[in-house]
T-cell receptor, first 113, second 112 residues
Framework: NAGVTQTPKFQVLKTGQSMTLQCAQD?????MSWYRQDPGMGLRLIHY???????DQGEVPNGYNVSRSTTEDFPLRLLSAAPSQTSVYFC????????????FGQGTRLTVV | KQEVTQIPAALSVPEGENLVLNCSFT??????LQWFRQDPGKGLTSLLL???SQREQTSGRLNASLDKSSGRSTLYIAASQPGDSATYLC???????????WGAGTKLIIKP
């Protein structure tokens, strides 16, 4: 049972480059989301999805795109990387009902130079 | 706007002590609250989930309580061990959609 799988674990980008962070879950969870974690701050929600074909913006969506073509996958795209996007990114998933806990991937440490 | 605060930011205690980590929030209209553990360079592991209608949840040496009227949740760790050293984060959900609002965490060090 793999849970939530994120790739890559580490990435260095040059300013202006684009890339996609991959996230996949095998628990048939409806809800998926992307967070970024910066030092001294709590996690901040970037985008989330409540089901295939449905996405919405979180607290800090600028500079990021998402899509949800399948229940399993929820990729995060950085359109034109900026140093301010240097962070650790986490993908999470949860089932529909309120008593289900959230499961997180291992994170992607992204550095933009 | 809902804000979640965890104080202290860091805590160091000798092995064997019982300890309490605090999480406070400004709006009592929450859906549920979850405690997580984060080890350096690792992802987050869910420890306990408390529904808004519940007062506490227990798992092994861990007990989490929720008092919505005072805007507080506590995570009680009994008989602490060096392996408990990690950062502990609380996060709450304000509705049935997946939007967690996070505290900045408490970094816990258990000294052998």
């Amino acid at each position: 049972n793999a849970g939530v799988t994120q790739t890559p674990k580490f990435q260095v980008l040059k300013t202006g480059q684009s890339m996609t962070l991959q996230c996949a879950q095998d628990m048939n969870h409806e809800y998926m989301s992307w967070y970024r974690q910066d030092p001294g701050m709590g996690l901040r929600l970037i985008h989330y999805s409540v089901g295939a074909g449905i996405t919405d913006q979180g607290e800090v969506p600028n500079g990021y795109n998402v899509s949800r073509s399948t229940t399993e996958d929820f990729p995060l795209r950085l359109l034109s990387a900026a140093p301010s996007q240097t962070s650790v990114y986490f993908c999470a998933s949860r089932g529909r009902f309120d008593f289900t806990e959230a499961f997180f991937g291992q994170g992607t440490r992204l550095t933009v130079v | 706007k809902q804000e979640v605060t965890q104080i202290p930011a860091a805590l160091s205690v000798p092995e064997g002590e019982n300890l309490v980590l605090n999480c406070s929030f400004t709006d009592s209209a929450i859906y549920n609250l979850q405690w997580f553990r984060q080890d350096p360079g690792k992802g987050l592991t869910s420890l306990l989930l408390i529904q808004s209608s519940q007062r506490e949840q227990t798992s092994g040496r861990l007990n989490a309580s929720l008092d919505k009227s005072s805007g507080r949740s506590t995570l009680y760790i009994a008989a602490s061990q060096p392996g408990d050293s990690a950062t502990y984060l609380c996060a709450l959900s304000r509705d049935s959609n997946y939007q967690l609002i996070w505290g900045a965490g408490t970094k816990l060090i258990i000294k052998p």
